[in-house]
């Protein structure tokens, strides 16, 4: 294996992790799921290249507004959404209950991924049907054995029937599903259930 300079254009992921604001773990979440391109070592450690954590880092500045931290005591909930109308109508339904949340939205699973990185929620609210990386995809990358995120509360809300859903990979068994038209009523349920007590 050749040594890594200062100056190299190769980074180990503690440096992306420094680069990025996040942590190694959530370096390694992002690789696993293809969203930053690495290669490993003969060792079996990851190697990135500073033009992929580059272009990630310019992703992230127009996906991800700086947002302040939410108290310890807020339950930190991620709603990822790609349909607009549904989005809005959703945290708008989610705010009236006036719980003490603090509330993040995505409009993919790339999207959703980032902002995980970034806030580490306590639950996410997510559609399988989108454009890019799926929900799917991005169930996928998080219920992986050593993901680090296996038992993050998940709720699935979609249009998709039984039989798309199976076609598409199925759901892990703790995560709920809710079909479109949502019922309000049972996802209050499932979120207030989430609150620290």
Not at 154 to 170: C, F, M, T, Y
Request: glycine content about 8%; aromatic content about 4%.
């Amino acid at each position: 294996m050749r040594k890594i300079s200062a100056n190299d254009d190769l980074m180990t992921t503690r440096e992306a992790g420094e680069k990025l604001g996040v942590a190694v773990r959530t370096v390694q979440l992002w690789v696993e799921a293809g969203l930053l391109p690495a290669w490993r070592t003969a060792g079996g450690h990851r190697r990135i290249a500073r033009g992929a954590v580059e272009a990630l880092m310019a992703e992230r500045s127009l996906v991800l507004k700086p947002t302040k931290p939410a108290p310890e005591a807020l339950l930190r909930v991620l709603v990822v959404e790609d349909d607009p109308t549904m989005l809005r109508l959703t945290t708008q339904v989610i705010a009236a209950w006036k719980l003490p949340l603090d509330l993040t939205t995505a409009s993919n699973g790339f999207e959703g991924l980032l902002r995980i990185g970034e806030m580490r929620p306590n639950l996410i609210i997510t559609d399988l049907n989108m454009p890019g990386m799926d929900g799917f995809q991005m169930l996928q990358s998080l219920k992986r054995p050593g993901s680090g995120y296996e038992s993050l509360k998940v709720v699935v809300i979609s249009a998709l029937n039984a039989h798309e859903v199976a076609q598409g990979g199925g759901l892990p068994a703790d995560v709920p599903f809710l079909a479109k038209p949502v019922h309000y009523g049972e996802l209050e349920a499932l979120v207030r259930a989430c609150l620290p007590t």
